[in-house]
T-cell receptor
Framework: GAGVSQSPSNKVTEKGKDVELRCDPI?????LYWYRQSLGQGLEFLIY????????KSGLPSDRFSAERTGGSVSTLTIQRTQQEDSAVYLC?????????????FGPGTRLTVL | QQQVKQSPQSLIVQKGGISIINCAYE??????FPWYQQFPGKGPALLIA?????SEKKEGRFTISFNKSAKQFSLHIMDSQPGDSATYFC??????????FGSGTKLNVKP
Protein backbone atom coordinates (compact mmCIF):
# COMPACT_ATOMS: atom_id res chain seq x y z
CA GLY A 1 0.00 0.00 0.00
CA ALA A 2 0.95 3.66 -0.25
CA GLY A 3 3.20 5.00 2.44
CA VAL A 4 3.75 8.53 3.64
CA SER A 5 4.67 10.82 0.79
CA GLN A 6 6.35 14.19 0.93
CA SER A 7 6.86 16.87 -1.66
CA PRO A 8 9.01 18.28 -2.95
CA SER A 9 11.85 15.82 -2.38
CA ASN A 10 14.34 18.65 -2.70
CA LYS A 11 13.90 22.38 -2.34
CA VAL A 12 16.52 25.05 -2.90
CA THR A 13 15.55 28.57 -1.94
CA GLU A 14 17.12 31.90 -1.28
CA LYS A 15 17.45 33.38 2.16
CA GLY A 16 14.38 35.40 3.07
CA LYS A 17 11.95 33.47 0.86
CA ASP A 18 9.00 31.49 2.19
CA VAL A 19 8.71 27.75 1.56
CA GLU A 20 5.91 25.22 1.90
CA LEU A 21 6.55 21.54 2.46
CA ARG A 22 3.77 19.02 1.97
CA CYS A 23 3.06 15.72 3.68
CA ASP A 24 0.47 13.15 2.62
CA PRO A 25 0.04 10.69 5.49
CA ILE A 26 -1.18 7.13 5.21
CA UNK A 27 -4.94 7.14 4.77
CA UNK A 28 -6.77 6.78 8.06
CA UNK A 29 -3.84 7.68 10.26
CA UNK A 30 -4.97 10.10 12.92
CA UNK A 31 -1.58 11.26 14.11
CA LEU A 32 0.92 13.27 12.06
CA TYR A 33 4.36 14.47 13.07
CA TRP A 34 6.94 16.80 11.61
CA TYR A 35 10.62 16.46 12.46
CA ARG A 36 13.76 18.23 11.35
CA GLN A 37 17.04 16.40 10.84
CA SER A 38 20.20 18.38 10.26
CA LEU A 39 23.11 16.67 8.51
CA GLY A 40 24.30 13.73 10.58
CA GLN A 41 22.14 14.74 13.52
CA GLY A 42 19.18 13.30 15.38
CA LEU A 43 15.48 13.92 14.96
CA GLU A 44 14.28 17.28 16.20
CA PHE A 45 10.56 17.25 16.98
CA LEU A 46 8.66 20.18 15.47
CA ILE A 47 4.90 19.63 15.71
CA TYR A 48 2.37 16.86 16.36
CA UNK A 49 -1.23 16.63 15.20
CA UNK A 50 -3.55 14.13 16.88
CA UNK A 51 -7.03 13.87 15.41
CA UNK A 52 -9.08 16.99 16.06
CA UNK A 53 -7.10 17.99 19.13
CA UNK A 54 -5.09 21.18 19.25
CA UNK A 55 -1.62 20.44 17.82
CA UNK A 56 1.43 20.19 20.02
CA LYS A 57 3.57 23.01 18.67
CA SER A 58 6.16 22.88 21.41
CA GLY A 59 8.99 21.95 19.04
CA LEU A 60 8.65 24.79 16.55
CA PRO A 61 11.94 26.71 16.76
CA SER A 62 10.53 30.16 16.00
CA ASP A 63 7.42 31.96 14.89
CA ARG A 64 8.67 31.71 11.31
CA PHE A 65 7.56 28.08 11.41
CA SER A 66 3.93 27.03 11.19
CA ALA A 67 1.99 23.98 10.13
CA GLU A 68 -1.54 23.10 9.21
CA ARG A 69 -3.38 19.88 8.77
CA THR A 70 -6.45 20.19 6.62
CA GLY A 71 -9.36 17.78 6.97
CA GLY A 72 -7.33 15.55 9.21
CA SER A 73 -5.20 14.43 6.29
CA VAL A 74 -2.65 16.44 4.29
CA SER A 75 -0.29 18.68 6.23
CA THR A 76 1.75 21.67 5.14
CA LEU A 77 4.78 22.98 7.00
CA THR A 78 5.50 26.60 6.17
CA ILE A 79 8.77 28.36 6.87
CA GLN A 80 8.66 32.11 6.42
CA ARG A 81 11.69 34.29 5.73
CA THR A 82 13.98 31.27 5.51
CA GLN A 83 17.44 31.43 7.05
CA GLN A 84 20.52 29.38 6.22
CA GLU A 85 20.21 27.54 9.54
CA ASP A 86 16.85 26.21 8.33
CA SER A 87 18.71 23.98 5.87
CA ALA A 88 17.94 20.39 6.84
CA VAL A 89 15.85 17.38 5.93
CA TYR A 90 12.26 17.77 7.05
CA LEU A 91 10.61 14.46 7.84
CA CYS A 92 6.93 13.75 8.19
CA UNK A 93 5.50 10.69 9.89
CA UNK A 94 2.03 9.36 10.54
CA UNK A 95 0.63 6.87 12.98
CA UNK A 96 -2.71 5.12 13.42
CA UNK A 97 -2.51 5.84 17.14
CA UNK A 98 -4.74 3.25 18.63
CA UNK A 99 -4.30 1.63 22.01
CA UNK A 100 -2.68 -1.32 20.27
CA UNK A 101 -0.75 0.21 17.42
CA UNK A 102 1.85 2.89 17.98
CA UNK A 103 4.06 2.44 14.97
CA UNK A 104 5.14 5.62 13.29
CA UNK A 105 5.64 5.53 9.53
CA PHE A 106 8.08 8.03 8.07
CA GLY A 107 8.11 9.64 4.67
CA PRO A 108 11.31 10.03 2.64
CA GLY A 109 11.75 13.64 3.70
CA THR A 110 12.21 16.97 1.97
CA ARG A 111 15.77 18.23 1.75
CA LEU A 112 15.69 22.00 2.15
CA THR A 113 18.70 24.08 1.18
CA VAL A 114 18.68 27.79 1.92
CA LEU A 115 21.31 29.71 0.00
CA GLN B 1 15.35 18.07 29.92
CA GLN B 2 16.20 15.29 27.51
CA GLN B 3 13.58 12.59 27.94
CA VAL B 4 15.55 9.82 26.22
CA LYS B 5 19.33 9.55 26.35
CA GLN B 6 21.13 7.30 23.88
CA SER B 7 24.68 6.00 23.77
CA PRO B 8 27.13 5.56 22.20
CA GLN B 9 27.04 8.24 19.53
CA SER B 10 28.94 5.98 17.15
CA LEU B 11 29.91 2.34 17.13
CA ILE B 12 32.29 0.25 15.07
CA VAL B 13 31.84 -3.52 15.12
CA GLN B 14 33.47 -6.30 13.17
CA LYS B 15 31.31 -8.51 10.99
CA GLY B 16 29.85 -11.29 13.09
CA GLY B 17 30.15 -9.34 16.31
CA ILE B 18 27.47 -8.07 18.65
CA SER B 19 26.35 -4.44 18.44
CA ILE B 20 24.86 -2.97 21.60
CA ILE B 21 23.15 0.40 21.83
CA ASN B 22 21.76 1.72 25.08
CA CYS B 23 18.97 4.12 25.98
CA ALA B 24 17.69 5.53 29.25
CA TYR B 25 14.42 7.34 29.81
CA GLU B 26 12.94 9.59 32.45
CA UNK B 27 9.17 9.38 32.27
CA UNK B 28 7.72 6.27 33.90
CA UNK B 29 4.48 6.88 32.01
CA UNK B 30 6.10 5.81 28.74
CA UNK B 31 4.56 2.56 27.56
CA UNK B 32 6.04 1.95 24.13
CA PHE B 33 9.72 1.77 23.25
CA PRO B 34 10.63 1.40 19.56
CA TRP B 35 13.93 1.29 17.77
CA TYR B 36 14.25 2.84 14.34
CA GLN B 37 16.84 2.16 11.65
CA GLN B 38 17.79 4.85 9.17
CA PHE B 39 19.88 4.45 6.05
CA PRO B 40 21.42 7.52 4.37
CA GLY B 41 18.90 9.45 2.32
CA LYS B 42 15.93 7.57 3.75
CA GLY B 43 13.43 8.19 6.50
CA PRO B 44 13.70 6.09 9.67
CA ALA B 45 11.91 2.75 9.65
CA LEU B 46 10.65 0.77 12.62
CA LEU B 47 13.00 -2.08 13.46
CA ILE B 48 11.62 -3.56 16.65
CA ALA B 49 9.57 -2.34 19.60
CA UNK B 50 8.73 -3.41 23.13
CA UNK B 51 6.20 -2.62 25.83
CA UNK B 52 7.22 -2.43 29.50
CA UNK B 53 5.36 -5.58 30.51
CA UNK B 54 8.11 -7.77 29.04
CA SER B 55 11.85 -7.78 29.69
CA GLU B 56 13.02 -8.96 26.30
CA LYS B 57 11.82 -9.16 22.73
CA LYS B 58 13.66 -10.91 19.94
CA GLU B 59 13.11 -10.69 16.22
CA GLY B 60 15.71 -12.52 14.20
CA ARG B 61 19.13 -11.08 14.97
CA PHE B 62 17.65 -8.07 16.79
CA THR B 63 16.81 -8.13 20.50
CA ILE B 64 15.51 -5.46 22.83
CA SER B 65 16.37 -5.86 26.50
CA PHE B 66 14.20 -3.82 28.84
CA ASN B 67 14.90 -2.98 32.48
CA LYS B 68 11.88 -1.22 33.91
CA SER B 69 13.34 -0.59 37.36
CA ALA B 70 16.46 1.02 35.89
CA LYS B 71 14.46 2.83 33.20
CA GLN B 72 16.81 1.53 30.55
CA PHE B 73 16.49 -0.43 27.35
CA SER B 74 18.99 -1.61 24.81
CA LEU B 75 19.22 -2.96 21.29
CA HIS B 76 21.42 -5.95 20.61
CA ILE B 77 22.31 -6.89 17.04
CA MET B 78 23.71 -10.39 16.93
CA ASP B 79 26.01 -11.55 14.13
CA SER B 80 26.28 -7.98 12.87
CA GLN B 81 26.56 -7.61 9.10
CA PRO B 82 27.85 -4.77 6.92
CA GLY B 83 24.26 -4.30 5.73
CA ASP B 84 23.34 -3.35 9.30
CA SER B 85 25.48 -0.22 8.98
CA ALA B 86 23.01 2.58 9.57
CA THR B 87 21.94 5.08 12.18
CA TYR B 88 19.77 3.69 14.98
CA PHE B 89 17.36 5.73 17.07
CA CYS B 90 15.60 4.66 20.21
CA UNK B 91 12.35 6.32 21.18
CA UNK B 92 9.69 6.32 23.87
CA UNK B 93 6.10 7.43 24.05
CA UNK B 94 2.87 7.03 25.93
CA UNK B 95 -0.51 6.66 24.33
CA UNK B 96 -1.85 9.60 22.34
CA UNK B 97 1.28 11.58 22.99
CA UNK B 98 4.30 12.40 20.91
CA UNK B 99 7.42 10.31 20.49
CA UNK B 100 10.64 11.26 22.23
CA PHE B 101 13.74 10.21 20.29
CA GLY B 102 17.27 9.53 21.38
CA SER B 103 20.10 11.34 19.64
CA GLY B 104 21.02 8.40 17.42
CA THR B 105 23.90 5.94 17.09
CA LYS B 106 25.81 5.58 13.86
CA LEU B 107 26.76 1.93 13.48
CA ASN B 108 29.53 0.84 11.14
CA VAL B 109 30.01 -2.89 10.69
CA LYS B 110 33.40 -3.65 9.23
CA PRO B 111 33.63 -6.55 6.75
Amino acid sequence: GAGVSQSPSNKVTEKGKDVELRCDPISGHTALYWYRQSLGQGLEFLIYFQGNSAPDKSGLPSDRFSAERTGGSVSTLTIQRTQQEDSAVYLCASSPTSMLINEQFFGPGTRLTVL
Amino acid sequence: QQQVKQSPQSLIVQKGGISIINCAYENTAFDYFPWYQQFPGKGPALLIAIRPDVSEKKEGRFTISFNKSAKQFSLHIMDSQPGDSATYFCAAKRNFNKFYFGSGTKLNVKP
